[in-house]
Structure formats: C-alpha cells, structure tokens
C-alpha cells in the first residue's frame, strides 16, 4: 500500500467517515427504530392518557369499553369511541364519541347540545353564582364538538350549538 493511500485511510479511520456497509446500515436502522419505537410510544402514551381521562367522566368506569382510539389529524388531540353502562344493572346505551386534548390532559364527550343546556346554564349563573362545575362541563362539551370536527373521523351527526360561541369560543388546533 502506498504512503498516500495509507494516510487517506487512516484519515477515514480517524474521521470515522470509513465504515463497512454492514456497520454503516446497521447503525442507520438502530436510529430509525429508535424514533419510530419513540413516536409509537408516544403515540400509545397519548391514547392510554385519553382512555384513563374519558373513564374519569363515567359514573361506572369500570364498565367503559373503547372503540377506535387514535390519534387526531393534528397529533394535538385522541379520538375514539368509549361504551359505557349508566348504572350498575343499567343497559348498555351504545358508544359516544369522546375526544381527548394532549396539551391540556381534559377529555369531553362529544354530544348534541340542546337549548335547554344552555338555558339551565342561564337560569343557575342567576340563581347561584357558584356553578362553576356546570360552566366548566358545558365550555368542554362545546369545545369536545370544536375538536371531534378538526381532528377526529368520522364525521358525527353532531351540529355546533349557536350559542357555544357565548360560552367561549373555542380555538381550532
């Protein structure tokens, strides 16, 4: 080997530009895997957060059976479907759609609104001042709607309340 051709490999030796091929696609795939294991963790982290917050919002978590869990378009939020029993030896009602906000750890139900929910909002704002609960329950079902809709599929039956807007609007994602 000439003197030339031994400094340049051993300058690629000391750069560490030289590697085999195997050693070079060896390496490339350990970092693949590792931000693909990273994202799916991730990802089912987030889904695991949103089962346990939707199961909070049930009178009997312990009957909530999950359909369709997945993360948003946007990665901001989980959608999915949670089954559940209103009571102990209550039937079981069907699935509701629930979405699950990542930043905020908060889950809602996605429901139809009617104009009683917002008039019973009224009547007790002028009744009692310290409604905060019900303020707080009926601002998230207005904002679990304003979510379903940019993030989640399919799309529901499920049309925004008029009066969700004086609540609080909600910001898109």
């Not at 390496?27 to 889904?47: D, P």
């Not at 919002?57 to 359909?67: T, V």
């Not at 069907?94 to 750890?105: A, L, R």
Request: overall charge positive.
């Amino acid at each position: 080997m000439s003197v030339t051709v031994a400094k340049s490999r051993l300058s690629q030796i000391n750069t560490g530009i030289a590697m085999r091929p195997s050693t070079l696609s060896i390496s490339i795939s350990i970092a693949i895997s590792g931000f693909v294991l990273v994202s799916c963790t991730n990802e089912e982290s987030h889904k695991l957060e949103a089962r346990r917050a939707a199961r909070r919002l049930l009178a009997f978590p312990e009957h909530a059976e999950f359909k369709d869990v997945k993360l948003g378009k946007n990665g901001d939020a989980v959608c999915g479907f949670v089954g559940f029993r209103q009571g102990e030896l209550a039937s079981y009602p069907g699935k509701k759609p629930f979405v699950y906000e990542v930043n905020t750890h908060t889950a809602s139900l996605v429901e139809m609104l009617q104009d009683k929910d917002f008039k019973n909002f009224i009547e007790d704002r002028l009744e009692n001042e310290d409604e905060v609960a019900k303020v707080k329950n009926l601002i998230k079902t207005c904002r679990g709607q304003a979510l379903w809709e940019t993030n989640c599929s399919p799309t529901l039956d499920i049309k925004k309340h008029a009066l969700c807007s004086y609540v609080e609007p909600p910001t898109l994602l």
